[in-house]
């Protein structure tokens, strides 16, 4: 089924440890966006794409690297991981149609926790 | 720098109800709101998107409403069945054009409980 598909869905990192969490999207959308849940936080905007080649910071970047070298993919990077970190990370992605923003559909999360 | 409220942050009703879940937002150049469900340990699922152009859109037993000038969107639904029982979440769109559309700024959720 087409859509956005995140991996992993669960994910225990010692603070310190690297890694990549992975989304994929098979829409051909130009937007894409990375974003954390965290209980009486909502929801903020870490990094997102207007398209191959080009990202920008959202409202949280620090400690999150991300590129952007296909349209399908953007991977999210965590440099060292803190436990300040521990969250649900949402990717989504949209397009722009012709009555405007389509608006944005979501991956089912990446629950990580950092130990 | 844009901030988008949502009132209140519970809401339990018998079902069959008729319900409305608010959302306000501080800057008026909003290009587009969304309102999302989520159930827990979920996604979000889209329910409704109105453009700045746009005042409201319905879908089902669904309608949204958008007025930028007094900064508020309103969520009504109607005839409330337990399946509603959610988390629902609306978000603003910055309207500033270009690489403005990337970004979207959510409230902190309604949780509606809808008892039989």
């Known amino acids: 089924n087409a859509g956005v598909t995140q991996t992993p869905k669960f994910q225990v990192l010692k603070t310190g440890q690297s890694m990549t969490l992975q989304c994929a999207q098979d829409?051909?959308?130009?937007?894409m966006s990375w974003y954390r849940q965290d209980p009486g936080m909502g929801l903020r905007l870490i990094h997102y794409?207007?398209?191959?080649?080009?990202?920008d910071q959202g409202e949280v970047p620090n400690g999150y690297n991300v590129s952007r070298s296909t349209t399908e993919d953007f991977p999210l990077r965590l440099l060292s991981a803190a436990p300040s970190q521990t969250s649900v990370y949402f990717c989504?992605?949209?397009?722009?149609?012709?009555?405007?923003?389509?608006?944005?559909?979501f991956g089912s999360g990446t629950r990580l926790t950092v130990v | 720098k844009q901030e988008v409220t949502q009132i209140p942050a519970a809401l339990s009703v018998p079902e069959g109800e008729n319900l409305v879940l608010n959302c306000s937002f501080t800057d008026s150049a909003i290009y587009n709101l969304q309102w999302f469900r989520q159930d827990p340990g979920k996604g979000l699922t889209s329910l409704l998107l109105?453009?700045?152009?746009?005042r409201e859109q319905t879908s089902g037993r669904l309608n949204a409403s958008l007025d930028k000038s007094s900064g508020r969107s309103t969520l009504y639904i109607a005839a409330s069945q337990p399946g509603d029982s959610a988390t629902y979440l609306c978000?603003?769109?910055?309207?500033?054009?270009?690489?403005?559309?990337?970004?979207?700024?959510f409230g902190q959720g309604t949780i509606l409980t809808v008892h039989p």
């Open positions: 978000a603003g769109g910055l309207g500033a054009g270009g690489t403005s559309y990337g970004k979207l700024t």
């Open positions: 109105i453009q700045s152009s746009q």
């Open positions: 829409m051909n959308h130009e937007y």
């Open positions: 794409s207007v398209g191959a080649g080009i990202t």
């Open positions: 989504a992605s949209s397009f722009i149609a012709l009555v405007g923003f389509a608006g944005y559909t």
